[in-house]
């Protein structure tokens, strides 16, 4: 097996970037196939803090390549104030990725302060870029190879938005920047291809969660695209056999930045006490993420939906503060047992969870080095996470830092 897509099961912010960076230098390639500066993988390494929105995480070692996919939507203001500080010949950008333009954040903002149905985005201009895109009047990365039809484009896209900007203005703020850049774009679909032809190792990295997945998820508040590994054939551009291995990630309890509903969602002290301990704050937006105990109805339609083969467990160290841990096994609704998540939003926010009750544990974690170093108390959690879904925990995350990573290799210990 020379791929793996790592995908978020739940609502995003699911700590996919440490996980990513603790596997990417055993990678050759690390490619992003959706998604845009909405995303924030924070990362731990070399004795730094860095928080990835555009970038793959794989940046922060010097021998990868990384890929930003076609299935993208990608600004060059973020991208620009990214790259400083990384060596800008490990990337490759997709000629047939969409760009994100200033106005596309202003639209966004819009809509939010407008509509009566608030989504809650982080008003970067994604679902703008997207419709843009899905509107067949979008500008491709592959453009700024050429100022001039570059220039003419954007007075198109300009026109038909009806919004107000100074396109040459902008592009001769850019003009700097783009030639830095031009060089690295290029048909990924072919040199991934050819990489994985070449039996290089490939690492697919998602953004945002399954449960915000456009069709899948907490529909309409959800992401303007697939955060599946079902997506990445086609937001890549290669054969589905392609892709091979797929890592599931798994937060410890559950939590939501913005608006829609939250089966789990708890309140008051112990929501306080989680935020703090485990600093629930988007690193996109900065917002103080919701939180709820862990969701094992919801983490099953991920599942299924993924086909994830194996799983990683995050931020498990944050509960060893708290008496007793939840887990929602079922949902009732309108006086009805199920096991599915309901298609409408509002029958979402009905749903009732029933839950299994576990003590805790009470004691750190962070220092332990394997499975069965941690507590009794872990360790039964674990195991019933792991029946609830039916897939093997591979990775336990016990701390912020790249070495607080338990990996089993023996999965009934």
């Given at each position: 097996?020379?791929?793996?897509s790592?995908?978020?099961?739940?609502?995003?912010?699911?700590?996919?970037?440490?996980?990513?960076?603790?596997?990417?230098?055993?990678?050759?390639?690390?490619?992003?196939?959706q998604?845009g500066?909405?995303?924030?993988?924070?990362?731990?390494?070399?004795?730094?803090?860095?928080?990835?929105?555009?970038?793959?995480?794989?940046?922060v070692?010097?021998?990868?390549?990384?890929?930003?996919?076609?299935?993208?939507v990608?600004?060059?203001?973020?991208?620009?104030?990214?790259?400083?500080?990384?060596?800008?010949?490990?990337?490759?950008?997709?000629?047939?990725?969409h760009?994100?333009?200033?106005?596309h954040?202003?639209?966004?903002?819009?809509?939010?302060q407008?509509?009566?149905?608030?989504?809650?985005?982080?008003?970067?201009?994604?679902?703008p870029?997207?419709?843009?895109?899905?509107?067949?009047?979008?500008?491709?990365?592959?453009?700024?190879k050429?100022?001039s039809r570059?220039?003419?484009?954007?007075?198109?896209?300009?026109?038909?938005l009806?919004?107000?900007?100074?396109?040459?203005?902008?592009?001769?703020?850019?003009k700097?920047?783009?030639?830095?850049?031009?060089?690295?774009?290029?048909d990924?679909?072919?040199?991934?291809?050819?990489?994985?032809?070449?039996?290089?190792?490939?690492?697919?990295e998602?953004?945002?969660g399954?449960?915000?997945?456009?069709?899948?998820?907490?529909?309409?508040?959800?992401?303007?695209?697939?955060?599946?590994?079902?997506?990445?054939?086609?937001?890549?551009?290669?054969?589905?056999?392609?892709?091979?291995?797929?890592?599931?990630?798994?937060?410890?309890?559950?939590?939501?930045?913005?608006?829609?509903?939250?089966?789990?969602?708890?309140f008051?002290?112990?929501?306080?006490?989680?935020?703090?301990?485990?600093?629930?704050?988007?690193?996109?937006?900065?917002?103080?993420?919701?939180?709820?105990?862990?969701d094992?109805v919801?983490l099953?339609?991920?599942?299924?939906?993924?086909?994830?083969?194996?799983?990683?467990i995050?931020?498990?160290?944050?509960?060893?503060?708290?008496?007793?841990?939840?887990?929602?096994?079922?949902?009732?609704?309108n006086?009805?047992?199920?096991q599915?998540?309901p298609?409408?939003?509002?029958?979402?926010?009905?749903?009732?969870?029933?839950?299994?009750?576990?003590?805790?544990?009470?004691?750190?974690?962070?220092d332990?080095k394997?499975?069965?170093?941690?507590?009794k108390?872990?360790?039964?959690?674990?195991?019933r996470?792991?029946s609830l879904?039916?897939?093997?925990?591979?990775?336990?995350?016990?701390?912020?830092?790249?070495?607080?990573?338990?990996?089993?290799?023996?999965h009934?210990?």
């Amino acid at each position: 097996m020379n791929t793996l897509s790592i995908v978020g099961l739940q609502f995003g912010d699911e700590g996919k970037g440490k996980i990513t960076d603790s596997l990417s230098h055993q990678f050759d390639y690390v490619v992003r196939y959706q998604g845009g500066h909405n995303a924030g993988h924070t990362v731990y390494a070399n004795g730094q803090k860095y928080v990835l929105h555009v970038l793959p995480t794989g940046i922060v070692h010097p021998h990868t390549i990384n890929v930003l996919g076609t299935g993208m939507v990608i600004s060059l203001d973020a991208l620009q104030k990214e790259l400083q500080g990384f060596n800008v010949s490990q990337l490759r950008i997709s000629d047939r990725a969409h760009l994100l333009f200033p106005f596309h954040q202003q639209l966004d903002a819009q809509s939010e302060q407008t509509t009566t149905q608030k989504i809650g985005t982080t008003q970067k201009g994604i679902g703008p870029a997207y419709q843009t895109k899905t509107s067949r009047i979008g500008i491709r990365v592959g453009s700024l190879k050429d100022l001039s039809r570059l220039k003419l484009e954007l007075k198109q896209l300009v026109s038909s938005l009806g919004v107000t900007f100074d396109g040459d203005a902008y592009v001769e703020q850019m003009k700097e920047f783009i030639a830095k850049i031009v060089p690295f774009i290029t048909d990924t679909s072919y040199e991934i291809y050819q990489a994985y032809q070449q039996k290089k190792r490939i690492l697919f990295e998602g953004a945002q969660g399954v449960m915000l997945d456009l069709d899948h998820g907490t529909y309409p508040y959800v992401t303007s695209s697939h955060p599946t590994p079902s997506s990445i054939p086609v937001d890549i551009g290669l054969p589905p056999s392609y892709i091979q291995e797929a890592l599931g990630i798994v937060k410890a309890y559950t939590t939501r930045v913005g608006e829609g509903p939250f089966p789990t969602e708890i309140f008051g002290e112990e929501a306080e006490k989680i935020r703090k301990t485990g600093n629930e704050y988007g690193s996109t937006t900065g917002r103080p993420r919701r939180i709820g105990h862990l969701d094992a109805v919801m983490l099953q339609h991920a599942i299924r939906m993924t086909g994830v083969n194996q799983i990683a467990i995050t931020l498990l160290d944050v509960l060893s503060m708290v008496d007793t841990i939840k887990i929602c096994v079922a949902y009732e609704l309108n006086g009805q047992r199920t096991q599915l998540v309901p298609s409408h939003a509002s029958d979402v926010a009905k749903l009732k969870p029933i839950y299994e009750t576990l003590p805790g544990w009470k004691v750190p974690i962070q220092d332990c080095k394997s499975f069965m170093e941690l507590p009794k108390e872990a360790k039964t959690y674990l195991h019933r996470i792991q029946s609830l879904l039916g897939v093997p925990i591979r990775f336990i995350s016990n701390g912020p830092k790249r070495e607080q990573l338990i990996e089993r290799t023996h999965h009934h210990d």
